[in-house]
Protein backbone atom coordinates (compact mmCIF):
# COMPACT_ATOMS: atom_id res chain seq x y z
CA UNK A 1 0.00 0.00 0.00
CA UNK A 2 1.09 3.06 -0.84
CA UNK A 3 0.19 6.82 0.90
CA UNK A 4 -3.15 8.28 0.14
CA UNK A 5 -3.44 11.36 -1.36
CA UNK A 6 -6.61 13.19 -2.26
CA UNK A 7 -6.09 16.14 -4.32
CA UNK A 8 -8.60 18.92 -4.33
CA UNK A 9 -8.26 21.50 -7.15
CA UNK A 10 -10.93 22.90 -9.26
CA UNK A 11 -8.03 23.68 -12.44
CA UNK A 12 -8.55 20.21 -14.20
CA UNK A 13 -5.10 20.80 -16.18
CA UNK A 14 -3.60 22.03 -13.27
CA UNK A 15 -5.01 18.69 -11.54
CA UNK A 16 -4.31 16.50 -14.08
CA UNK A 17 -0.41 17.47 -14.28
CA UNK A 18 -0.31 17.09 -10.22
CA UNK A 19 -2.17 13.77 -10.62
CA UNK A 20 0.46 12.37 -12.87
CA UNK A 21 3.28 13.70 -11.20
CA UNK A 22 2.47 11.84 -7.80
CA UNK A 23 1.76 9.28 -8.84
CA UNK A 24 5.03 8.51 -10.92
CA UNK A 25 6.42 8.88 -6.93
CA UNK A 26 4.59 5.81 -5.88
CA UNK A 27 1.58 7.65 -4.02
CA UNK A 28 -2.18 6.44 -4.28
CA UNK A 29 -4.00 9.77 -5.41
CA UNK A 30 -8.30 10.66 -5.67
CA UNK A 31 -9.27 13.99 -6.80
CA UNK A 32 -12.37 16.67 -5.93
CA UNK A 33 -12.70 19.82 -7.62
CA UNK A 34 -15.18 20.92 -5.09
CA UNK A 35 -15.88 21.68 -0.90
CA UNK A 36 -18.71 19.14 -1.71
CA UNK A 37 -16.93 16.68 -4.14
CA UNK A 38 -13.99 16.56 -1.19
CA UNK A 39 -16.97 15.75 1.84
CA UNK A 40 -17.87 13.35 -0.21
CA UNK A 41 -14.59 11.79 -0.76
CA UNK A 42 -13.49 11.72 3.17
CA UNK A 43 -16.73 10.15 4.37
CA UNK A 44 -16.30 6.68 1.88
CA UNK A 45 -12.26 6.78 2.16
CA UNK A 46 -9.42 7.36 4.84
CA UNK A 47 -6.75 10.00 3.32
CA UNK A 48 -3.31 9.99 4.58
CA UNK A 49 -2.53 13.51 3.14
CA UNK A 50 -5.03 16.71 1.18
CA UNK A 51 -3.42 18.93 -1.10
CA UNK A 52 -5.37 21.70 -0.95
CA UNK A 53 -6.43 24.88 -3.25
CA UNK A 54 -8.61 27.36 -1.43
CA UNK A 55 -10.28 29.43 -4.17
CA UNK A 56 -12.81 26.33 -4.77
CA UNK A 57 -15.80 26.96 -6.57
CA UNK A 58 -18.41 26.82 -3.88
CA UNK A 59 -16.13 28.24 -1.05
CA UNK A 60 -12.76 28.41 0.95
CA UNK A 61 -11.20 25.68 0.82
CA UNK A 62 -9.58 26.08 4.80
CA UNK A 63 -13.36 24.97 5.73
CA UNK A 64 -12.42 21.12 4.89
CA UNK A 65 -9.41 21.55 7.71
CA UNK A 66 -13.02 21.37 10.04
CA UNK A 67 -14.34 18.19 8.28
CA UNK A 68 -14.26 15.87 10.87
CA UNK A 69 -14.16 12.64 8.59
CA UNK A 70 -10.82 14.39 7.58
CA UNK A 71 -9.41 12.35 10.69
CA UNK A 72 -5.81 12.36 10.89
CA UNK A 73 -5.05 13.74 7.23
CA UNK A 74 -1.70 16.22 7.06
CA UNK A 75 -3.09 18.94 4.83
CA UNK A 76 -0.49 20.88 2.27
CA UNK A 77 -2.08 24.07 1.03
CA UNK A 78 -1.18 24.51 -2.76
CA UNK A 79 -2.82 28.09 -3.55
CA UNK A 80 -2.77 31.17 -5.35
CA UNK A 81 -3.14 33.59 -2.29
CA UNK A 82 0.57 33.94 -1.50
CA UNK A 83 1.01 37.18 0.72
CA UNK A 84 2.16 36.29 4.15
CA UNK A 85 -0.92 37.20 5.82
CA UNK A 86 -2.60 34.25 3.60
CA UNK A 87 0.09 32.04 4.33
CA UNK A 88 -0.20 32.84 8.03
CA UNK A 89 -4.60 32.62 8.20
CA UNK A 90 -4.06 29.25 6.31
CA UNK A 91 -1.22 27.79 8.47
CA UNK A 92 -3.50 29.10 11.36
CA UNK A 93 -6.85 27.40 10.33
CA UNK A 94 -5.09 24.17 10.67
CA UNK A 95 -3.22 23.49 7.78
CA UNK A 96 0.36 21.53 8.25
CA UNK A 97 2.32 23.35 5.31
CA UNK A 98 1.71 25.65 2.38
CA UNK A 99 2.64 26.02 -0.93
CA UNK A 100 2.19 28.94 -3.02
CA UNK A 101 1.19 28.85 -6.64
CA UNK A 102 3.08 28.67 -8.84
CA UNK A 103 4.75 26.09 -7.40
CA UNK A 104 8.24 23.63 -8.27
CA UNK A 105 7.11 19.81 -8.67
CA UNK A 106 10.31 19.32 -6.90
CA UNK A 107 9.27 21.07 -4.06
CA UNK A 108 5.93 19.86 -3.82
CA UNK A 109 7.57 16.70 -3.48
CA UNK A 110 10.42 17.48 -1.03
CA UNK A 111 7.63 18.98 1.18
CA UNK A 112 5.07 16.06 0.77
CA UNK A 113 8.23 13.44 2.18
CA UNK A 114 8.94 16.28 4.94
CA UNK A 115 5.13 16.41 6.18
CA UNK A 116 5.57 12.07 5.91
CA UNK A 117 8.71 12.60 8.21
CA UNK A 118 6.72 14.20 10.44
CA UNK A 119 4.02 11.56 10.66
CA UNK A 120 6.43 9.37 12.43
CA UNK A 121 6.14 10.95 15.57
CA UNK A 122 2.83 9.35 15.48
CA UNK A 123 4.29 6.54 16.55
CA UNK A 124 3.10 3.09 14.98
CA UNK A 125 -0.91 2.94 15.50
CA UNK A 126 -2.22 3.01 19.10
CA UNK A 127 -0.02 1.25 20.87
CA UNK A 128 -1.70 -1.34 22.82
CA UNK A 129 -0.31 -0.66 26.36
CA UNK A 130 1.72 2.18 27.42
CA UNK A 131 5.29 0.18 27.21
CA UNK A 132 4.40 0.40 23.49
CA UNK A 133 3.92 4.23 23.38
CA UNK A 134 7.76 4.32 23.88
CA UNK A 135 8.93 2.68 21.40
CA UNK A 136 9.78 3.97 17.53
CA UNK A 137 10.14 7.39 18.50
CA UNK A 138 12.73 8.98 17.25
CA UNK A 139 15.17 12.10 18.00
CA UNK A 140 16.45 13.92 15.13
CA UNK A 141 18.61 15.63 17.03
CA UNK A 142 20.53 12.84 17.87
CA UNK A 143 19.63 10.41 15.37
CA UNK A 144 18.71 7.64 17.33
CA UNK A 145 15.40 5.87 17.88
CA UNK A 146 13.78 3.79 20.74
CA UNK A 147 13.14 0.41 20.26
CA UNK A 148 12.05 -2.68 21.61
CA UNK A 149 15.85 -3.38 22.48
CA UNK A 150 16.58 0.11 23.80
CA UNK A 151 17.65 2.95 22.34
CA UNK A 152 19.69 3.04 19.15
CA UNK A 153 21.72 5.60 17.55
CA UNK A 154 22.41 5.43 14.11
CA UNK A 155 24.15 6.59 10.87
CA UNK A 156 22.37 9.56 9.01
CA UNK A 157 21.07 7.53 6.12
CA UNK A 158 20.23 4.44 8.73
CA UNK A 159 18.45 7.26 10.45
CA UNK A 160 16.78 8.43 7.46
CA UNK A 161 15.86 5.07 6.05
CA UNK A 162 14.51 3.60 8.93
CA UNK A 163 12.20 7.09 10.11
CA UNK A 164 10.79 6.86 6.39
CA UNK A 165 10.00 2.84 6.56
CA UNK A 166 8.19 3.61 10.41
CA UNK A 167 5.68 7.12 8.59
CA UNK A 168 4.40 4.55 6.44
CA UNK A 169 3.83 1.29 9.11
CA UNK A 170 2.50 -1.34 7.59
CA UNK A 171 2.72 -0.68 4.06
CA UNK A 172 4.80 -2.06 1.70
CA UNK A 173 7.35 0.34 0.01
CA UNK A 174 9.27 -0.85 -2.96
CA UNK A 175 12.71 -0.66 -3.31
CA UNK A 176 12.77 1.82 -6.23
CA UNK A 177 10.73 4.20 -4.06
CA UNK A 178 13.20 3.90 -1.41
CA UNK A 179 16.27 4.44 -3.72
CA UNK A 180 14.74 7.84 -4.91
CA UNK A 181 13.07 9.30 -1.64
CA UNK A 182 15.85 7.88 0.54
CA UNK A 183 18.86 7.93 -1.35
CA UNK A 184 17.51 10.51 -3.78
CA UNK A 185 18.32 8.61 -7.24
CA UNK A 186 17.14 9.93 -9.97
CA UNK A 187 17.57 6.46 -11.96
CA UNK A 188 16.93 3.04 -10.28
CA UNK A 189 20.72 1.09 -10.78
CA UNK A 190 21.23 -2.20 -10.10
CA UNK A 191 22.54 -2.42 -6.78
CA UNK A 192 21.46 -4.42 -3.20
CA UNK A 193 22.43 -1.12 -1.10
CA UNK A 194 18.93 -1.26 0.23
CA UNK A 195 19.24 -4.85 1.24
CA UNK A 196 22.12 -4.26 3.04
CA UNK A 197 21.18 -1.47 5.43
CA UNK A 198 17.89 -3.96 5.77
CA UNK A 199 20.46 -6.72 7.05
CA UNK A 200 22.47 -4.07 9.46
CA UNK A 201 19.53 -2.59 10.61
CA UNK A 202 17.87 -5.90 11.42
CA UNK A 203 20.65 -6.79 13.87
CA UNK A 204 20.10 -3.53 15.97
CA UNK A 205 16.51 -3.73 16.28
CA UNK A 206 15.34 -6.84 15.87
CA UNK A 207 15.00 -9.80 18.87
CA UNK A 208 16.16 -12.72 16.60
CA UNK A 209 17.57 -10.87 13.02
CA UNK A 210 17.22 -14.01 11.15
CA UNK A 211 13.42 -14.40 12.29
CA UNK A 212 12.44 -10.44 11.80
CA UNK A 213 9.04 -9.01 13.33
CA UNK A 214 9.71 -5.44 12.48
CA UNK A 215 11.67 -4.97 9.53
CA UNK A 216 10.39 -7.38 6.74
CA UNK A 217 11.47 -8.05 3.09
CA UNK A 218 8.20 -8.87 1.03
CA UNK A 219 9.60 -10.52 -2.23
CA UNK A 220 8.61 -9.04 -5.50
CA UNK A 221 6.98 -6.54 -3.89
CA UNK A 222 9.14 -4.57 -1.25
CA UNK A 223 10.16 -3.83 2.35
CA UNK A 224 7.74 -3.42 5.40
CA UNK A 225 7.84 -1.71 8.78
CA UNK A 226 5.59 -3.50 11.59
CA UNK A 227 5.90 -2.15 15.22
Not at 81 to 107: H, Q, R, W
Request: charged content about 30%; some cysteine; glycine content about 4%.
Amino acid sequence: MSSRILLVEDEVVLADTILRSLKKLGYECSHARTLKESREQLKKSRFDFLILDRNLPDGEGTALLKDPNRADAMTLILSSKSSIAEKVEGLNSGADDYLPKPFSYLELSARLSALERRRVQIVAATPANEKEKRFWISDDTTLSIETPKGKIDLTPLEFKFLTYLIARKNTIVSKSRLLQEVWGFTFLPKTRTVDYVITNLRKRIEEEPDSPKHLLTIRGAGVKFVP
